[in-house]
């Protein structure tokens, strides 16, 4: 009796924390050949820290890989199947929370200042940034100003696979 009312606390204690991952804090976003996750996340393989990138004042932002030394990176948060973040706005005026947009095979994962109810972002397991439930199909890809942006499922040549973890500190 006692054991199956904890078994089901326990399921509900799971179920409320998948059915609600927006009560996870703001997250960073990194690059790493590793699917596991660590506590730290400076252990990651080959891990890279990302931020948001804006080359030619276009209204989408992309997301690109920072080395060491950046002074600072954007947090996230992911709600119905979208990433939000908070940036500047074109040519650096006021703050807007960006939306991340439709997820299109072969293009960059793009933000928007506009809104979007729904999308098919997921952290399967909590860390491990997913479409439509899969995790497998992230790239990294040399683009625009020869910066190396995420893209999904990205065919050209300069594209090496890579996952995307949700960490809550960045690393370096
Ligand atoms: C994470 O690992 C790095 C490198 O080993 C270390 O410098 C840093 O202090 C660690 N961070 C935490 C919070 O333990
Ligand atoms: C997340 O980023 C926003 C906008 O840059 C900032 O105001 C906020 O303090 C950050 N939150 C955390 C927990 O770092
Ligand atoms: C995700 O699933 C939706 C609904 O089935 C589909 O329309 C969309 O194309 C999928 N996205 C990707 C990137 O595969
Ligand atoms: C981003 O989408 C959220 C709803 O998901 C909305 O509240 C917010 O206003 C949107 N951002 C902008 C700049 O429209
Ligand atoms: C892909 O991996 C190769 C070999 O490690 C590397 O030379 C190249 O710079 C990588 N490309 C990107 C876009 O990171």
Redesign the pocket.
Known sequence: MFSSSLLLVTLLTLTLTYAYPSSQPPFYLVTTTQKGPTTNSSHLRAVSATSLFDPYYRPALAIRLTGPGYGSVPNFTL??G?L?TTASGPHGFGL????STQVVQGQELQFL?????HGELSLRNGYLLAVNGTTKGWTICVGELEQDVIEWMGTDASCNATYIHAVAEPPY
């Open positions: 709600t119905h979208i939000h807007y929370e960006y939306n200042a506009a809104e979007r109810t």
